[in-house]
């Protein structure tokens, strides 16, 4: 039988006002009553999980997070990295710029306050220093302070496009992918690129480029696209031979397709530079001189799916005369063309409608003569994919199909 341990001369008032009450069986009574000696003594993991819950127990040493610092040193962080810069010391400079590094990524706001401090000035000092490694730590700095436009503009001021068109022939590979990121946070800006041209930086590019001795880097070919971007700088372009820089470069990548030395980034690197130079006319009559037509066709069955959907651009560029479509077609461009209107990249898919569609532009010159028939033959197995793709849900793709199409059956 159950009973309370409680006074039977208490009222039912008086119990309800009380803290506990206790409840055990006749077998467990005892000297100690208490509620632990009543129902027993938990143990276990989950009674120290509650135990450490209740007393909320903190660790012996506490931890504090090494990249926090107070309000009062990022008040005079500015100055005092800029101090720092300033100091004849190699090892000084060196900590700064790490630690530079380190701020202007921990906040956005911090770039802005770090130009207004006079950063950029003193990085670009730096950029031409006699160590190397507070050059590949400058070029780093420096390419972060100018993501924004207060450091594009102070760098233009303050002269640090012939600074960093010495570094893009640094022995260091790290300070020449710094340099050329730098570079082309410039040319972003057509005050940027007006910069460029007229420090020299197309003819020091293609230069680079056209070097027997030495490797040239894909990132040498994207800095010399943003330098293509002005007028003035394609015609500096033109004048320092780029256009054959660019065809015998890329006949000798194309000539290492199977070795390991092969590089299709950077063959796609020289075919976009070559399909940006031959925008005027008299380019691509050069291009063509050159030899660009059969390495373009060529190109068109390489193994890369990048190195293909530039070499169709390139095509497209190049071979707009003319004499280009005749040879093009002669060399059976149009049949590869149309093996890669099955491609799956819209980008690809896109370039080789466009191709097939110039190429069926030639129907006037090669019409009533022996080329006739076999161009007909040609061009006409195309015309069920552009049937397909004249239906597709990309209304840009559908136009370009139905453009083409309409070249194909085209007749006097």
Known sequence: SRWVATESVWSSSELDKCAMVYEWGEEERGPDKRANQIYGMQVGADATLRTLQMHKARPYVAEKQADRVSVAYLSRAPQKFAEGLASGSTV????????????????????????????????????????????????????????????????????VVPAILEAIEDPSAAARRNAHSTL???????????????????????????????????????????????????????????????????????ALEESPEANAPLLQGYLAVLTLLTCPDEAKEEAIEAGAVPLLVDLLKHREGVVRTAATGGIISVCVSVRGKKEAFELGAADILIALLFARERAALMLAVRAVGMLAECKREVMSTPLDGAFRATFDKALPQLLQLSTSDDAVLAKCARDTQDSITWRP
């Not at 706001?109 to 160590?131: M, S």
């Open 92 to 159: 000084v400079q060196l900590n700064t710029l790490e630690a530079i590094s380190k701020w202007l990524v921990s906040a956005p706001k911090n770039k802005a306050v770090q130009v207004e401090a006079g950063a950029v000035e003193l990085v670009t000092q730096l950029v031409t220093h006699a160590d190397v490694a507070v050059r590949e730590r400058a070029t780093k700095v420096l390419a972060q302070l100018l993501t924004v436009y207060q450091g594009i503009q102070r760098g233009i001021a303050c002269g």
């Open 184 to 254: 082309q946070l410039i040319g972003q800006y057509p005050e940027g690129v007006d910069a460029l041209v007229a420090a020299g930086a197309v003819t020091k590019l293609v230069a680079i480029c056209d070097s027997a001795g030495k490797g040239v880097e894909a990132q040498s070919l994207h800095s010399l696209k943003f330098c293509l971007r002005s007028g003035v700088g394609l015609q500096e372009a033109l004048l320092a031979n780029g256009v054959n820089v660019m065809v015998a470069n890329i006949a000798k990548q194309a």
